[in-house]
């Protein structure tokens, strides 16, 4: 059974920086692109930013130039940096495959942007 652990999250001030973490339980993905998405109170989940297994970025426009999204294969693991952060950046965070695999979603961690 594949698990993802997301770590990170928290309380931060507007214009505040925080990283995520998410380790995965095996290093099977390494071999896939994967993909950090959010969920915000009363909204669909959505994606915010992707990397490839040989390191291309993409992210969602909301996010561009604020956030960066990196890859640790040696540790399994997947990082999301977050700098400038704004209210409504607040959501709870998950890591998954890109296109995610329903089974793989993880408890996801909770970013709060509030002064």
């Known amino acids: 059974q594949v698990q993802l652990v997301e770590s990170g999250g928290g309380l931060v001030q507007p214009g505040g920086s925080l990283r995520l973490s998410c380790a995965a339980s095996?290093?099977?993905?390494?071999?896939?692109?994967m993909g950090w998405y959010r969920q915000a109170p009363g909204k669909q989940r959505e994606l915010v930013a992707i990397?490839?297994?040989?390191?291309?970025?993409n992210y969602a426009d909301s996010v561009k130039g604020r956030f960066t999204i990196s890859r640790d294969n040696a540790k399994n693991t997947v990082y999301l940096q977050m700098n400038s952060l704004k209210p409504e950046d607040t959501a709870v965070y998950y890591c998954n495959r890109h296109p995610p695999i329903e089974d793989y979603w993880g408890q996801g961690t909770q970013v709060t942007v509030s002064s």
């Open positions: 095996t290093n099977i993905f390494n071999l896939y692109t």
């Open positions: 990397i490839s297994m040989s390191g291309a970025t």
